[in-house]
């Protein structure tokens, strides 16, 4: 699957839940929130209820109200979109309910991209801004702007602080992509594990290479199977709806096939656990994907 037809801020959202879940009950979380009555929407706003510190990296920059716009790794990062985020947060000061009731000084800015925005970095230093890097990956931006900014490149983030937000990404390593199933396997809350099984099913249609190799591995790849299979079953129930409603008289089967080819279970392993043979299961693949397209 091509990085251009995923859906990379579902899970980033999870992720940045499982990034502060240490302290989770600070903070209220709105994903999508709305500027105003207006079609603007910054991608995630943070509301900070308490003052104070905050442990994780990301969140020191934090005042009690923190706006995230997320880059996926397809995006560009430039100056035009580091200006439209401070815009966003003006214009977020200035909707409160009265005259100056939302403080400058109390509203931050994040900027998540997965590469460092070279561009963007030269533009600024040639403009005398500033650029601090006091941990791995964030950048804090001293100057030309009004709110406190950081930029956040998950690709240099350490990756043992920060490991749900390294893993949205198509370049994963055969260590990180096992790490990874072997910490979510370690989880224990509910809300935690679906914020975790999101962020592994992106990092699996991301990596599909890599996604089979781990599963030749017999101990990964039952890990995997006991972690993925209550979104399975979700994504089962979904598809065999959409089938049925469509008229189709397999439409179960169907939908059983899909949701494990969208999980990156070969077709031979779909086959086996379906007991169908495996050119029904390609058949079934390229005619749900001819209809999706």
């Given amino acids: 699957m091509e990085n251009n037809e995923i859906q990379w801020h579902p899970p980033y959202i999870a992720a940045m839940n499982l990034e502060m879940r240490k302290e989770i009950e600070r903070f209220v979380f709105v994903p999508e929130y709305t500027l105003n009555t207006g079609t603007l929407k910054i991608d995630l706003f943070i509301k900070n209820m308490e003052n104070g510190p905050v442990s994780n990296e990301i969140g020191k920059i934090f005042r009690k109200y923190n706006i995230f716009e997320y880059k996926n790794p397809n995006d560009e990062l430039g100056i035009d979109e580091f200006v439209k985020a401070q815009v966003y947060a003006g214009l977020f000061k200035t909707y409160g309910k009265k005259a100056d009731s939302r403080k400058m000084e109390s509203i931050t800015v994040s900027l998540v991209r997965e590469s460092k925005p070279e561009k963007l970095f030269k533009y600024l230093e040639e403009h ?23 930029v956040i490149v998950t690709r240099e983030l350490d990756k043992e602080k920060h490991r749900w937000l390294c893993a949205l990404s198509g370049k994963l390593s055969e260590k990180d992509l096992k790490e990874l199933i072997i910490n979510i396997n370690g989880l224990s809350g509910k809300m935690e594990k679906e914020y975790a099984d999101s962020v592994l099913e992106i990092a699996l249609k991301a990596n599909r290479e890599l996604a089979e190799k781990i599963r030749s591995d017999e101990n990964m790849s039952k890990t995997l199977m006991e972690i993925m299979e209550p979104v399975i079953s979700e994504v089962i129930t979904e598809v065999s709806q959409n089938c049925k409603e469509e008229g189709r008289k397999e439409g179960k089967k169907e939908g059983m096939v899909y949701a494990y080819y969208e999980m990156n279970l070969p077709a ?7 007991l169908i043979t495996e ?14 397209e």
Wanted: glycine letters at 6%.
């Fill in 279 to 292: 050119s029904e299961v390609m058949e079934i693949i390229k005619r749900n994907s001819r209809q999706g």
């Fill in 268 to 274: 031979k392993e779909i086959a086996r656990k379906l």
């Fill in 128 to 150: 005398n801004v500033i650029i601090e890097n006091p941990y791995k990956g964030i950048y804090y931006i001293k100057g030309m702007v009004l709110f406190n900014t950081q």
